[in-house]
T-cell receptor, first 113, second 110 residues
């Protein structure tokens, strides 16, 4: 499976600021996704990162709050904008392989004070 | 009704026993089914995928799928303390992204 890295691995941020999370894959992939895992909960899809076009957001998530870039087939960023304590979560990127199986990066643990 | 349902547990089994984890889903159009293992503080790790009715075995793990009953399960034979984790059931209903259940916490007692 592809090797996926995320930066930063964790961060503590102040309310009202923004954080950009990077996801890098060691091979070209068609499908990349961003998920959120709030404390003690399961994973919720934020959006599908589309290469060369705007991301596709799930209900409850908007581009102004979670802008996503996908400049090529190995890289994507997720920005968490104007953060509040409710945004404290683990943010995970995932990629889909040719067998339609998804693999996750190590995650970014975000704490908003 | 949640799209993917799992018993949150904890499910406690003695070492060496069979652990049985269950999952039901609501979308009859679901095509692909996955089991992930997540250790505390780590990201989910894919352990099994299953696409057609019946059983699929991989080492100590067996996934079972029954599309008529909208039910998928994971059996772990000869459970080890290292199997203690949260097991997430995920379903793909044809839209590529996965819908996850809330997870079942498994505790294997030495």
């Amino acid at each position: 499976s592809a090797v996926i890295s995320q930066k930063p691995s964790r961060d503590i941020c102040q309310r009202g600021t923004s954080l950009t999370i990077q996801c890098q894959v060691d091979s070209q992939v068609t499908m990349m996704f961003w998920y959120r895992q709030q404390p003690g909960q399961s994973l919720t899809l934020i959006a599908t990162a589309n290469q060369g076009s705007e991301a596709t957001y799930e209900s409850g998530f908007v581009i102004d709050k979670f802008p996503i870039s996908r400049p090529n087939l190995t890289f994507s960023t997720l920005t968490v904008s104007n953060m509040s304590p409710e945004d404290s979560s683990i943010y995970l990127c995932s990629v889909e392989d040719l067998m339609n199986e998804q693999f996750f990066g190590p995650g970014t643990r975000l704490t908003v004070l | 009704q949640k799209e993917v349902e799992q018993n949150s547990g904890p499910l406690s089994v003695p070492e060496g026993a069979i652990a049985s984890l269950n999952c039901t889903y609501s979308d009859r159009g679901s095509q692909s089914f996955f089991w992930y293992r997540q250790y505390s503080g780590k990201s989910p790790e894919l352990i099994m995928s299953i696409y057609s009715n019946g059983d699929k075995e991989d080492g100590r793990f067996t996934a079972q799928l029954n599309k008529a009953s909208q039910y998928v399960s994971l059996l772990i034979r000869d459970s080890q303390p290292s199997d203690s984790a949260t097991y997430l059931c995920a379903v793909n209903a044809g839209r590529r992204a996965l819908t996850f259940g809330s997870g079942t916490r498994l505790q294997v007692q030495p």
